[in-house]
């Protein structure tokens, strides 16, 4: 459990709270390309971490984060018209620059005055980056900004990666726990029933093989090892697997909202999550999937789009299908005979027990247990970073963008195998970093 004061400060990220200082030292996806497709096209309403804001892509392509406000008089900048290099505030056309520049200020004859208001005036802009299918915005100090995190997927091609995203409506701190806690696999996502094709026909959507599904059915107490890196955490959970065996599902936490998945054996597609606190009561997931190897086949996306693994099935606003207003569509029939939740997808099964905890978890009331062990140093590693913060320490992470290029996954090892050894057989380095990668 947490006291009431942690629970505050590990949950709310809004501009003047610690935790939002924290995450202001970090690059995080705002929208997805795909919701900006045209230049000079309708500009978006985007909140971040509590900031109400407004995004357009201007004429070269570029994209501006912006105040909603004219600085003039105050009018919506959602109204504006995007033309020319910059958005006009369709009042008194005011006009300005992706990076908030004044660009024309009709309203002043031209002359000194006019020059003084156009150099003087800034529009608050925050800058972005576009990669990964994703628009990556830096709401931080300038003079703390670092480059962005050097995830895996953003150093492949184009072919082969797929992201989307999803409302989640709860905090962002409990989504990401969820992400992190991989004891939870043996009931909220496993069918009820031992026969071939029930089990076939929920596990489906993980493209989780029969053996791996046995060992998770089997061991619903997975013993937990955590290995601190300068990203931050591997999170290996050991379940017993056949005869002198473990079969090890290992997950990342990078910081300072970003979960990588444990499933993927060599040669699988690899899966990632990043929760964006919108407000302090939901968050953005973006989800994305990549395969080191080979581009992703037409079909594996036409069944992401459909809401298969870390994706959810959502409609054109990104609103899951399967939400909190109607529970989920959860079939209290095949809750009996399928799978203990009766709700169709992993990623609904996940945000459905997630938001179930409330819009804020109170982690007061909590017992926690030993299969807690990675949401327990997720959270220490979190506040700990917040409160070096607040104490004039800025958080390593954000200086090593190359240590975020790692991957998670299954292996399966002798018994005795310790977690940094059982690293290095699957992934040819200790904390699964890519480089060493070759499978
Ligand atoms: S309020 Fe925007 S130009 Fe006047
Ligand atoms: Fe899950």
């Known amino acids: 459990m ?81 033309e020319n290099g910059g958005i006009r505030c369709v009042y008194h056309g005011w006009k300005f620059a992706t990076d908030g520049r004044c660009l024309a200020v009709p309203t002043i004859e031209p002359g000194l005055q006019r020059a003084r208001v156009e150099d003087n005036i800034r529009l608050l802009a925050y800058p972005t980056i576009e990669r990964g299918g994703m628009i990556w915005a830096y709401l931080g100090p300038a003079e703390h900004r670092q480059p962005l995190p050097e ?6 091609p184009d072919s082969h ?50 053996d791996t599904v046995r060992w998770m059915r089997d061991d619903g107490a997975p013993r937990f090892t955590i290995l601190e890196h300068p990203a931050g955490l591997v999170l290996g959970a050991a379940r017993r697997g056949d005869p002198g065996e473990n079969y090890w599902r290992i997950s990342q936490f990078l910081l300072p909202n970003h979960g990588l998945t444990p499933n993927a054996f060599p040669g699988d597609t690899y899966h990632g999550q990043t929760w964006v606190p919108i407000g302090d009561e939901s968050c953005w997931t973006y989800c994305y999937s990549w395969n080191p190897h080979r581009p992703l086949t037409e079909s594996e996306r036409a069944r ?13 606003h990104y609103m899951p299908l399967r939400r909190r207003e109607n529970d989920y569509l959860i079939d209290r029939a095949r809750q009996k005979t399928e799978s203990y939740t009766g709700i169709d997808g992993v990623s609904e099964q996940d945000a459905c027990i997630q938001d179930s905890q409330g819009l804020i978890a109170d ?8 299969t807690d062990l990675g949401v327990v140093r997720f959270r220490r590693t979190m506040l700990g970073a917040a409160r070096a913060l607040e104490a004039g320490t800025e958080p390593a992470a954000a200086a090593h963008p190359a240590a975020y290029r790692v991957r998670g996954g299954g292996a399966v090892a002798p018994a005795a195998m310790p977690l940094t050894e059982v690293m290095i057989r699957r992934f040819g380095d200790a904390f699964g970093h890519a480089d060493q990668i070759r499978s």
């Open 161 to 210: 990666w797929f992201v989307s995203k999803k409302l989640q409506q709860c905090n962002w701190a409990q989504a990401a726990e969820g992400g992190l806690d991989t004891a939870h696999f043996s009931f909220l996502h496993m069918s009820v029933a031992d026969a071939a094709d029930v089990t076939d026909r929920v596990m489906d959507r993980i493209s989780t093989g029969s």
């Open 304 to 316: 992401y789009r459909a809401g298969f693994s870390v994706h959810a099935e959502v409609d054109a």
């Open 151 to 156: 995830f895996e997927f953003l150093t492949l």
């Open 363 to 370: 982690r007061t009331l909590e017992h926690l247990g030993p």
């Open 2 to 82: 947490l006291s009431e004061t942690d629970n505050i400060l590990l949950t709310r990220t809004g501009p003047a709270t610690p935790m939002g200082a924290l995450f202001r030292r970090f690059w995080q996806p705002v929208a997805l390309s795909a919701e900006l497709p045209d230049s000079d096209g309708p500009p978006l309403r985007v909140t971040v971490l509590g900031e109400d804001l407004r995004l357009f892509r201007a004429t070269d392509g570029g994209v501006g984060l912006v105040s909603p406000r004219c600085p003039h008089r105050g009018a919506d900048l959602f109204f504006g018209r995007n």
